[in-house]
Antibody, heavy 120, light 112 residues
């Protein structure tokens, strides 16, 4: 089955670091870019950026540049989203999604999401 | 404030037809970048509904259709069913944001 499996929910305190994961299976992981999408409680979708798992080239949305870090380990078909110092405003659901189509223009496969809660 | 503007909510009775608009500008939909649509059922991840303005992925019923004209796009749903109650998002790209992917604010569809 073609799928993206995300790591489980996290509860963290402000200032802590965090890395969440997204493992692809059922397809050649390095053939498709991975995007991350944030959805704050009760709000809409926000594109955070994308990464090429074949060489870890990244492209961040201006809104998220400098606040998060994308990485990947292609040997285990897994992409990561990382924070070095969490804030309460990082509380949200985070989705990874595969960029599909001839030009990698749309998100054709989504993970179920990882809920991150940041609270003191 | 989203780059692409959608109505916050629409509603319709079972069997009716509803449309959801997505209004952009000359730097995104009018650039012209293609438009994509996603359906997010309550408590679940979004799912691709329409790609390249008007194409449906395998498995999406033909009750769903998309169109684009100028700086706007629309999603139409005919023969409305209770299971269509969800949030719908349009997506495109924006040249003024270094070609970043952008989403509409989302539209909540209520089936009366």
């Amino acid at each position: 089955e073609v799928q993206l499996v995300q790591s489980g929910a996290e509860v963290k305190k402000p200032g802590e670091s965090l890395r969440i994961s997204c493992k692809g299976s059922g397809y050649r992981f390095t053939n498709y870019w991975i995007s991350w999408v944030r959805q704050m409680p009760g709000k809409g979708l926000e594109w955070m950026g994308k990464m090429d798992p074949s060489d870890s080239y990244t492209n961040y949305s201006p809104s998220f540049q400098g606040h998060v870090t994308f990485s990947a380990d292609k040997s285990i078909s897994t992409a990561f989203l990382q924070w070095s110092s969490l804030k309460a405003s990082d509380t949200a659901m985070y989705y990874c999604a595969r960029l599909g189509g001839n030009y990698g223009s749309y998100l054709d496969l989504w993970g179920r999401g990882t809920l991150v809660t940041v609270s003191s | 404030q989203s780059v692409l503007t959608q109505p916050p909510s629409v509603s319709g009775a079972p069997g009716q037809r509803v449309t959801i608009s997505c209004t952009g500008s000359s730097s995104n939909i009018g650039a012209p970048y293609d438009v994509y649509w996603y359906q997010q059922l309550p408590g679940t991840a979004p799912k691709l509904l329409i790609y390249d303005n008007s194409n449906r992925p395998s498995g999406v019923p033909d009750r769903f259709s998309g169109s684009k004209s100028g700086t706007s796009a629309s999603l139409a749903i005919t023969g409305l069913q209770a299971e269509d109650e969800a949030d719908y998002y349009c997506q495109s790209y924006d040249s003024s944001l270094s070609g970043s992917m952008v989403f509409g604010g989302g539209t909540k569809l209520t089936v009366l």
